[in-house]
């Protein structure tokens, strides 16, 4: 389906504004802009169409959550820690049966 831009009387077409990038794909590139420090926080939110509290939330979110990225290995070896446990169990709920039949003789 073709969209075509409306047209004024005698033909004129009226251009459309260029889409906004979305909240996703500038969050991390405002941030990275600011913390770049290139342009001034203020340029950056204007460029982006953020308002400032919006651009100032996203940059302390990723200095707060920042290391969680690269950095958070207490968090993965607690995750790890926990799954092999929970392997473990699993392993005695799938093996306690077995051996239970062999021991009663019912295998």
């Known amino acids: ?12 077409s009226i251009a459309r504004k260029p889409k906004k990038p979305t909240a ?24 982006y169409g953020l308002h400032n509290t919006t651009r100032s939330k996203r940059k302390r979110l990723f200095l707060v959550n920042g290391a969680e ?3 958070g290995s207490e968090e993965v070896e607690r995750n790890e820690k926990k799954i092999a446990e929970l392997e473990r169990v699993l392993g005695q709920k799938v093996v306690e049966p ?5 021991l009663l003789g019912g295998g």
Do not use: A, D, Y
Not at 33 to 41: C, K, P, T
Not at 98 to 102: Q, S
């Open 1 to 12: 389906m073709v969209v075509s831009s409306p047209k004024l009387k005698g033909g004129v």
């Open 24 to 47: 996703q794909s500038s969050s991390s590139k405002t941030v990275l802009e600011v913390l770049r420090g290139e342009r001034s926080e203020v340029e950056i939110s204007r460029n």
């Open 69 to 71: 990225l690269f950095g």
């Open 98 to 102: 077995v051996l239970l039949r062999n």
